[in-house]
């Protein structure tokens, strides 16, 4: 079971952008289909976007779709969360998961996540 850990948080101006990094420990990086999720204060913990085993699926909640991007270096154990146009409403803690599985397809209930990063601060000021 891989370990994760995230890294690249802060804080920016809305209108900004940050790319958070995502690297797994462990050998088995690529059987794993990963996913960021992030919470805000007093609120649940949702999905924001998702990435298949092989990276040739995204997902991506229809709030962040066309702001965000998610990608993944195998050879790196490392998955990233590029994020542009940053708003107010995306402030919160980011957390990277990780589930390993057989198919090529992405997940997007946190429920299908075994691992999870202790999680990264996103800070976005007006």
């Known amino acids: 079971q891989v370990q994760l850990a995230e890294s690249g948080g802060g804080l920016v101006q809305a209108g900004g952008s940050l790319r958070l990094s995502c690297v797994a420990s462990?050998?088995?990086?690529?059987?794993?289909?990963m996913g960021w999720f992030r919470q805000a204060p007093g609120e649940d913990r949702e999905f924001v976007a998702g990435?298949?085993?092989?990276?040739?699926?995204?997902r991506y909640a229809d709030s962040v779709k066309d702001r965000f991007t998610i990608s993944r270096e195998n050879t790196k154990n490392t998955v990233y969360l590029e994020m542009n146009r940053l708003r107010l409403s995306d402030a919160g803690v980011y957390y990277c998961?990780?589930?390993?599985?057989?198919?090529?397809?992405?997940?997007?209930?946190?429920?299908?996540?075994?691992?999870w990063g202790q999680g990264a601060q996103v800070t976005v000021s007006s």
């Open positions: 990435i298949s085993r092989s990276g040739a699926e995204t």
């Open positions: 998961a990780a589930a390993p599985t057989i198919y090529d397809t992405v997940a997007i209930s946190n429920l299908a996540y075994l691992t």
């Open positions: 462990g050998r088995t990086f690529e059987n794993h289909r």
